[in-house]
């Protein structure tokens, strides 16, 4: 995990170096980019984070492992909507943005009933995410660097798979839609007229939910990260002015 938030990092530092560069090549002088208006774009990238398991009926014992964390990752794409407002002669973008994905984020855990050639196991997977944002930037030159956060939500899947099940279905089963945060970072750059492109990463923590029968209950704990890319149209003229 910690290679990958490294990996984005670099390649942020690495695109703002080259539009730096391509733009002191060519001795362009900034110009004024209108930020401000609305504007919709679409967006894919790679997910990754974890599940806790936390069987709250009895502790693990060297047989019994129902508490346990796993790994969940998968692929993601989606559109957006955003709104920015910037004042005249100022770097500092304000704005406001909402975007819905489909997901393929899913994982499973180790054996639970160990030694018992169960194949039993915990199962997590997340189908379709959004968020609710605010975004707070600094523009220079045909870029802009931003921070944002706010409201998440997801459809959560989790469940108990026993393989020795006859019906070849799920033992027990929950899917819910959880409500969250998203705190993250992200560039995005004009090309040509009113298009952009970006590069974004998000951490989302979902809030937790329990799979239970009459007799036992386990709490499930989901975050992840987010690494996507996208392109933005918008409306009403970003950068007529501008050099590239």
């Not at 990754?48 to 693990?60: K, R, S």
């Not at 196991?121 to 968020?131: A, E, P, S």
């Amino acid at each position: 995990m910690r290679r990958a938030l490294i990996l984005a990092g670099a390649c942020l530092l690495l695109a703002l170096s080259a539009s730096a560069g391509a733009a002191q090549g060519r001795g362009d002088r900034p110009a004024a980019f209108a930020w401000t208006g609305f504007y919709a774009g679409i967006q894919g990238g790679y997910a990754w984070g974890g599940t806790d398991a936390v069987f709250e009926t009895a502790p693990n014992t060297p047989t019994f492992v129902g508490t346990q964390s796993y790994d969940i990752d998968g692929g993601m794409a989606g559109a957006l909507i955003g709104w920015n407002f910037r004042t005249a002669g100022s770097p500092w973008v304000l704005g406001f943005e909402a975007d819905i994905n489909w997901a393929s984020l899913k994982g499973r855990s180790a054996e639970i009933n160990v030694g018992a050639d169960l194949g039993d196991h915990w199962r997590t997977k997340i189908d379709r995410y959004g968020t609710a944002r605010a975004r707070v930037g600094y523009a220079f030159g045909a870029s802009l660097l931003y921070a944002t956060g706010g409201l998440a939500y997801g459809h959560v899947s989790t469940d108990y798979i026993d393989p020795s099940n006859p019906t070849g279905t799920s033992n027990l089963h929950l899917g819910r839609t959880r409500a969250g945060y998203v705190v993250g970072a992200g560039w995005e750059h004009m090309v040509a007229g009113d298009w952009s492109l970006r590069l974004e990463y998000d951490y989302i923590n979902l809030s937790d939910q329990r799979l239970a029968d009459p007799t036992e209950s386990t709490r499930f704990e989901t975050d992840f990260h987010v690494v996507k890319g996208g392109i933005t149209y918008r409306f009403g003229g970003g950068a007529a002015n501008a050099p590239y």
